[in-house]
Every structure is written in structure tokens, then in C-alpha cells.
């Protein structure tokens, strides 16, 4: 029984252990957390209806040092494939910056184990959604400061992250105590969304970091976001590295894969909010859904790029320390 699905089960118990001094993960401390949140559809979470199915997603919390300052933290976002490695190493980079870390599973709560190949499964929005139940959550917390919260997530998750900066998304479903997010930080994400008001932001920094050979979120997409919210003021910037596949930053990927089945909208035009909040094809009107909508394909790669990794790895810390102040 993997520690995610414990937690699952004992959803009201939360499981703290305490690491020896010199133990090798810079952790003094992992909490098994109980998110409450919700699970709507597009456009329940886009017309701000906050009556959508109630879910307890999970988090796992490491405090990096033992003590009782306030520590700043990192919510942790997963992509389709869901947590594993690729996070876990990530976390460890920002523990030993003496960051706390928040991995979130969308997933397992839910009843799903991957979304390649049906991303109708989740609606991206949940994932925006459990964001912000996760910085209430964590902003509670005796060992964390409130005002140093950042979130960061990959692919899907990648998305979500930055669409958490928008005010608009805020006003319905954010902390009701006008409490935000320090700062975003996506990795190849989404971001061939067009949603209403999209470049009214909350005015904190967000970084996107993204291959130029990505076949399964090209990177076409986030040029243009990125271009649209910076004419509107926001600070923003686009990080390019050149001949990075998705998941560059994955030494597990080592070995490209090639995942057949996975759904693409690599050649969709953008999928735009409609007047009554569902998703539409930009082009067609049609309702867009991945089942049903001619423009998805299916087939892509996911590989390791050692040095696209490594100038993110520098960056993504620099960042964080500038913003974070650990």
C-alpha cells in the first residue's frame, strides 16, 4: 500500500515522521495532509459554482530543518502521469534550499491513475482548484509563512499553475482572505486556453520553462500567452531550451519514450471559454472534449535533457531565492 493511498484511508490522521540529523532527503519532518476540495467541470469552475462533487485530495508535506521558524514553501503540481520521481526530485532540490514542500495527488482521490490517454477524466480547472485549497491549507500551518507560498507544476499541473495567477479565478474560487500565491513557476504546461479576462493577473511573477522540441504541448503556445499577458503588464517570461522534448527535466526519461496513445492538441487552434463557461474549439464553436473533438491526436515523446535540466535546475533555484527568500 503505497503512503498516498494509507492517507487515503486514514484520510483524518496525519502521519508525521521525524528523520534522524544527517539523514540523506534534508528532511526533519513529512506530513501526510488531507486537502478538502472540490471536483468540477469546466464550466462549473469557470461560471464560479463552488457546489461541485467534494473531494479530500493528499498532500506530502516536508519541512526541510527542524525548529519553529516559518519556513517559505513550494506547492507541487503533477502532470498526466501523476506524482513519481520526476517531483520527488524537485522537492529535495528546494528542501535543501531550506524551502518546505507541498506534493499534490489529483489523482489517486479521485479514483484515477493517469490521464495520457483520457484527459476528459479531469478537467485542468481541478487542478487550479486544488491549488488553492493547498494554500489555504498550508498557510495555517505553524512552520510555514503565509506571505511565502509558491506553487510550481508540470504539464497539465504546469498549466495550472500559472492559470492560479488570474484574478478572475481567484475571485471565485481563491482564499476568501485574499491570500495568494508568492509566485508561479510552470514547466512545459498548457497553454493553448483562452479564458475571459486572462491578462488581469494578481501581478505575481510567473516563469515558464519549456522545450522547443516538445511534440506533446508545443511550445507555440505559451509565445503567444506569454506575449498577450506581457503587453498586459504582468511579470512574466518564457524560458526556451532548444531540443528539450517534454518532461526534459526527468533523469528517469534518459531513454526517450514514445507514449502512443497519449492525447495532443499540438495542432487544435486555441480552445476558448464560451459565453455560458464551456470549453469550445476556437475555430469550429463545436464544444471541445478530447473524445470527441477531430483536432486531437494522439502520439508523443517524453525525454531527459541533461542540459536543458541542468540551466533549469540553476534557474528555477535562483528564482526561488529571490522570490522565496529562504
Not at 506524482?83 to 524551502?99: C, I, K, Q, T
Request: with cysteine.
Amino acid at each position: 500500500m503505497t503512503l498516498f493511498r494509507f492517507a487515503l484511508f486514514c484520510s483524518s490522521i496525519i502521519l508525521t515522521l521525524h528523520i534522524a540529523s544527517g539523514a540523506s532527503a534534508q528532511i526533519a519532518r513529512l506530513e501526510l495532509l488531507a486537502i478538502p476540495s472540490n471536483t468540477p467541470t469546466d464550466q462549473e469552475f469557470l461560471t464560479g459554482r463552488r457546489d461541485a462533487k467534494a473531494v479530500m485530495v493528499l498532500g506530502e508535506l516536508r519541512i526541510p530543518k527542524p525548529g519553529v521558524d516559518k519556513l517559505a514553501a513550494v506547492v507541487l503540481l503533477h502532470g498526466s502521469g501523476g506524482l513519481n520521481s520526476l517531483h520527488d526530485n524537485w522537492a529535495r532540490e528546494l528542501n535543501a534550499l531550506g524551502v518546505a514542500t507541498l506534493m499534490v495527488d489529483s489523482f489517486n482521490p479521485r479514483g484515477i491513475l493517469g490521464t495520457q490517454a483520457d484527459q476528459d477524466q479531469l478537467t485542468r480547472m481541478a487542478q487550479v482548484l486544488d491549488a488553492y485549497r493547498a494554500l489555504e491549507l498550508l498557510a495555517k500551518h505553524p512552520r510555514i509563512d503565509a506571505a511565502r507560498i509558491a506553487v510550481m507544476g508540470f504539464s497539465r499541473g504546469g498549466g495550472a499553475a500559472h492559470w492560479a495567477a488570474l484574478k478572475r479565478f481567484y475571485a471565485m474560487h481563491g482564499p476568501t482572505s485574499g491570500l495568494s500565491f508568492a509566485g508561479h513557476i510552470a514547466f512545459y504546461p498548457t497553454c493553448n486556453r483562452v479564458f475571459a479576462n486572462a491578462e488581469e493577473t494578481t501581478g505575481k511573477p510567473i516563469r515558464i520553462h519549456h522545450g522547443t522540441a516538445d511534440d506533446y504541448i508545443p511550445i507555440g503556445g505559451c509565445r503567444s500567452y506569454v506575449e498577450r499577458l506581457k503587453k498586459a503588464g504582468t511579470d512574466i517570461a518564457l524560458i526556451e531550451y532548444a531540443d528539450a522534448h517534454h518532461v526534459f527535466d526527468s533523469p528517469a526519461l534518459a531513454t526517450p519514450v514514445k507514449l502512443g496513445q497519449a492525447q495532443t492538441t499540438r495542432n487544435c487552434p486555441p480552445i476558448e471559454e464560451g459565453p455560458d463557461g464551456r470549453l469550445v474549439n476556437s475555430k469550429t464553436k463545436a464544444p471541445f472534449t478530447y473524445a470527441t473533438d477531430p483536432c486531437v491526436e494522439r502520439g508523443t515523446t517524453v525525454a531527459f535533457n541533461p542540459a536543458a535540466h541542468a540551466t533549469s535546475l540553476t534557474a528555477v533555484k535562483a528564482f526561488v531565492r529571490e522570490l522565496l527568500q529562504p
